[in-house]
Antibody, heavy 122, light 111 residues
């Protein structure tokens, strides 16, 4: 069965960076784009971007351009999302989530990780 | 401020039919399909409807979706207590390189 297992909660100071990992299993990692979506406390969902695990190509939401970097390590079926220059309003649960359609980053999202809480506080 | 507009709340009694609306624009809903997600408290979202009206395996047929022009809606018939959750619509937007947009979410209460 498809599983996305994320790294644990993080506490960071403003200005620091955070890197969240997402280990995939139960399917061919390179066949499905991986999205990153975040949710601030009590707020809605916000798409951050995706990575094509096959090519390493990325598509970032304009809001995060210059601050976010999505990478992957195909040898261990793991995707990463690094967010730099953290601010207090980056406090949120960060989800990795798989695109439903093979070789597409523009369908829906069918599997989600459990989420990683990132807290930014001085 | 979300790109897609949903009512912040909705409610119904068990057995009732409830609809949740989602309004967008020509660059998102008007040009692309709509997906719906259900988020139970404290859990990750779950795909409920994709491609406007398709249900993933395991989603009861009490849930249905539709789209017309730049708006979409989710209908839940035979409302059950376990349907109490947050519901989000989503679509791709053709602006820039293409990006996903979500509605602000609708909190459904089963009275």
């Amino acid at each position: 069965q498809v599983q996305l297992v994320q790294s644990g909660a993080e506490v960071k100071k403003p200005g620091a960076s955070v890197k969240v990992s997402c280990k995939a299993s139960g399917y061919t990692f390179t066949g499905y784009y991986m999205h990153w979506v975040r949710q601030a406390p009590g707020q809605g969902l916000e798409w951050m971007g995706w990575i094509n695990p096959n090519s390493g190509g990325t598509n970032y939401a304009q809001k995060f351009q210059g601050r976010v970097t999505m990478t992957r390590d195909t040898s261990i079926s793991t995707a990463y999302m690094e967010l730099s220059r953290l601010r207090s309003d980056d406090t949120a649960v960060y989800y990795c989530a798989r695109d439903r359609r093979q070789f597409s980053g523009y369908d829906s999202i069918d599997y989600w990780g459990q989420g990683t809480l990132v807290t930014v506080s001085s | 401020q979300s790109v897609l507009t949903q009512p912040p709340s909705a409610s119904g009694t068990p057995g009732q039919r409830v609809t949740i609306s989602c309004s967008g624009s020509s660059s998102n809903i008007g040009s692309n399909t709509v997906n719906w997600y259900q988020q139970l408290p404290g859990t990750a979202p779950k795909l409920l409807i994709y491609s406007n009206n398709q249900r993933p395996s395991g989603v009861p047929d009490r849930f249905s979706g539709s789209k017309s022009g730049t708006s979409a809606s989710l209908a839940i018939s035979g409302l059950q207590s376990e349907d109490e959750a947050d519901y989000y619509c989503a679509a791709w937007d053709d602006s820039l390189n293409g990006f996903a947009v979500f509605g602000g979410g609708t909190q459904l209460t089963v009275l």
